[in-house]
Structures are given as C-alpha cells and as structure tokens.
C-alpha cells in the first residue's frame, strides 16, 4: 500500500506512535510518505520504503499568521497525487484532519483517496474543545473515512463530547518490545544512585496537564522513609517551576533533570518505578515504555491510564493529586522485594501480551484495508 503519515513531528506521544507506525509500515514492505513541516524526531537513520515530504511555509505581509494548514492541505495533493498515494493517515486531529478533508475534496475528480484520523488526546479533550475548533473537529471526524482512537476512554469521550454517531475503533498505543526490554545498565545507575538508592523516573513534555511538580512532591515524602532520587527526562513549560520546588523543598542533589533525550532505554534501565500523575492523559504512552522495560507504573486514575494500569497488579492508581497515597504505594514496592519483583514482571507481561507493535501494528493494517474496500 501507498500510505501518506501526517503528524507532529516534535517530541510528543502521536508524533512518535505515528513515526514508529511509519518505519514498521515500511519495513513490511508499504511505501510510506511523511508529510510535515519538520522530519519528525523518531525518524532516525535512512529506511528504505520511507520518504519525508517538507511542507514550506511562505510568507506574505498581508498573512499576519502562518497558514500552516492550507500550505499541508496543498502538500497533500501535490504528494497523494505524483505518489499515487493510496490513504492518508493523520495523526492529532487539529489541524490535521482538516488539511486531510480539503486535500480529498481537491482531489476528488483524479482519486478517491481514503482518509483516516487518528485521535491521540488533547486534540479531543483540550484544545478541540474550544468553541472556535469544536465545530471543525466534529466535522473532519464525521468527514474522515476511518476513525481510530487510542483507548476506550478517547473513544468515548470523542462520542459523548462531540455528539458523533460513527464508528471509532479502538487501536491502542504501542511499543517495540524488542527495543524496550529489561536490561542491566549499571554505569548510568551507579551515575545516578552512587549509594544505591531507589530511583525514580518521569518523562513527559512538562506541560501543566502532567503535573510534573507532584512528582518532586512525591520524592520528598518517599525520602523521609526509603533513600530514592528522581530523573525527570524531558522538557517544557513547567521545567522552571520544578527547578524552583526542588531548591525550596532542598532536593536539588536528589532529583536530575536530564532534558530531551534519545537513550531512554537506557534511562528507564537505570531506574525501579515510574510515576506518572496527569491531569489527563488518553493513553500514556510513557507509562507503556517504561512498562516493556519491566518498571511499576504509579498513576493518577484518569483517561485511559487504567486500561494500561492494572492497580495492584503492574502498577498503582491513585487520585488525581493525592500525592500523599502515590507516595504511599511507592514506600511499599520498594520496601517489599517479593512484591516489586512480581509487579515488575506483570508490567513485562502486560505489555508482551497486549502492547507489542508484532499485535498493534497489523491491527492498524486490518484497518486499512476494511477502509480500503469499504
Ligand atoms: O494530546 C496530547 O497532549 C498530545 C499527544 C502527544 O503528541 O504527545 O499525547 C497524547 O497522545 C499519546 C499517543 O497516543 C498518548 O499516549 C498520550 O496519553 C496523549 N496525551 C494526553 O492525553 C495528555
């Protein structure tokens, strides 16, 4: 199949689901064209069957603002077109299933092209929200030919928000086991714990729907019992903030602050338990991550954190805000050897079992060709 991929190509969850969904594609033997304002972050080394299309943004006095989505709209064509591209697959609703819709429409006297949304999160439960998009992403939702979402939860959500009456299935989030796989990295632990503390890890954006701060509140009340040091991967917004509660609250030696980086296999190896305690989060593709590298995952109880989450099982879920039991259920997993060993080992097998690319990635490929022959 000619499949064209569009998404954000900047750190970022749908950007890298729709990246590594692209580079499995080509290495089955479709032809994939990836069509952005940037070669998205995951792409990595040369693949063959891969071709990154740039969208260029022009600019003109009159044109206060970029018109980033007609400029995609346009690459659309032009690509679908001399590729002969088969579907679109468009990741993140805003503005992408918009462009995806007017790019069909342009084409529709050369090629019914097929048209399929992926809803990632806040494209449907933040930001599509807003009375200025609310009408646009009904529309390109109802517009598209095919409708996934990654979790139950996105999925209602999407129905009950929107009033949609069309069928969205459900194609989870997932990750390459084989990559992300249990590993002893006793360099970067020693680097990090020297005196062979509990370590913690988060990765995130550090946008304020993570709640990134709650994780160094969290440290401080598991150091009052256990030695622990937290590593927070990543970078945004609130990173200032959390610089800040880390000087007041006198963990500046406990807690790293590693910013963006690529060895995450590495980092996660390093590290006992991952914390996650978002305001909202469709899936958790982070939490999945550190799962396959066989890490508890404590977590708020939100969006579709529990359809990953198994409480008591890989895992714990608490309250949103309530640091207090996140902490809590963290003194117990690392004071309690027998039971660690088993969460950490159901985190493994969840994921082997569920989240592996070798059961999502044909998943979406079913997909396809239902819309294909629909
Ligand atoms: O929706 C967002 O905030 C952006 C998006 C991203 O690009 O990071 O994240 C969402 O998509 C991921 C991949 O499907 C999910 O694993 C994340 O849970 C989801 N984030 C939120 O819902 C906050």
Not at 19 to 24: C, I, Q, R
């Given at each position: 199949m000619k499949i064209g991929i569009t998404c954000y190509p900047t750190y970022g969850g749908s950007g890298a689901i729709a990246?590594?969904?692209?580079?499995?594609l080509a290495l089955k033997g479709h032809e994939v064209h990836f069509i952005s304002y940037a070669r998205p972050f995951r792409l990595g080394e040369f693949v063959e069957n891969i071709v990154f299309h740039e969208v260029e943004m022009s600019s003109y006095p009159l044109f206060e603002f970029p018109m980033y989505s007609l400029a995609l709209a346009s690459k659309m064509v032009e690509v679908a077109d001399y590729e002969k591209l088969d579907l679109m697959h468009v990741h993140y609703a805003i503005p992408h299933a918009v462009s995806a819709y007017l790019a069909k429409q342009m084409l529709k006297d050369k090629r019914d092209i097929k048209i399929i949304?992926?809803?990632?999160?806040?494209?449907?439960?933040?930001?599509?929200?807003?009375?200025?998009?609310?009408?646009?992403?009904?529309f390109s939702i109802e517009e598209s030919d095919g409708v996934t979402a990654v979790s139950r939860f996105l999925k209602e959500k999407t129905i009950t928000n929107y009033n949609i009456d069309k069928d969205i299935?459900?194609?989870?989030?997932?990750?390459?086991?084989n990559l992300y796989m249990p590993n002893v990295s006793s360099k970067l632990r020693e680097h990090i714990a020297p005196n062979?503390?509990?370590?913690?890890?988060?990765?995130?954006?550090?946008?304020?729907?993570k709640r990134v701060p709650e994780t160094i509140k969290i440290l401080d009340i598991v150091r009052k019992e256990i030695p622990a040091k937290l590593v927070l991967v990543g970078d945004g917004p609130d990173r200032s903030e959390c610089e800040r509660l880390c000087r007041e609250l006198k963990l500046c030696d406990h807690v790293k602050f590693l910013g963006k980086q690529n060895g995450l296999v590495d980092i996660l190896n390093a590290s006992d338990l991952f914390l996650i305690p978002s305001q909202s989060?469709?899936?958790?593709?982070?939490?999945?991550?550190?799962?396959?590298?066989?890490?508890?995952?404590?977590?708020?109880?939100?969006?579709?954190?529990?359809?990953?989450?198994?409480?008591?099982?890989?895992?714990?879920?608490?309250?949103?805000?309530?640091?207090?039991?996140?902490?809590?259920?963290?003194?117990?997993?690392?004071?309690?050897?027998?039971?660690?060993?088993?969460?950490?080992?159901?985190?493994?097998?969840?994921?082997?079992?569920?989240?592996?690319?070798?059961?999502v990635i044909p998943e979406y490929e079913s997909f396809y060709n239902k819309i294909m022959n629909s």
């Open positions: 990246t590594e969904l692209g580079k499995a949304t992926t809803l990632h999160g806040t494209d449907i439960t933040l930001v599509g929200l807003e009375p200025s998009f609310l009408p646009m992403v009904k299935v459900v194609i989870n989030n997932f990750v390459d086991a062979n503390e509990k370590v913690i890890v988060h990765t995130s954006n550090f946008r304020p729907v989060e469709s899936f958790g593709l982070a939490a999945l991550e550190a799962m396959s590298c066989a890490l508890p995952v404590i977590s708020s109880s939100v969006g579709g954190l529990p359809e990953l989450i198994k409480h008591n099982e890989t895992g714990f879920i608490a309250e949103i805000g309530d640091i207090g039991r996140m902490a809590k259920y963290a003194i117990e997993l690392f004071s309690n050897k027998r039971k660690y060993d088993l969460f950490s080992n159901a985190s493994r097998k969840r994921v082997e079992n569920n989240f592996d690319k070798k059961i």
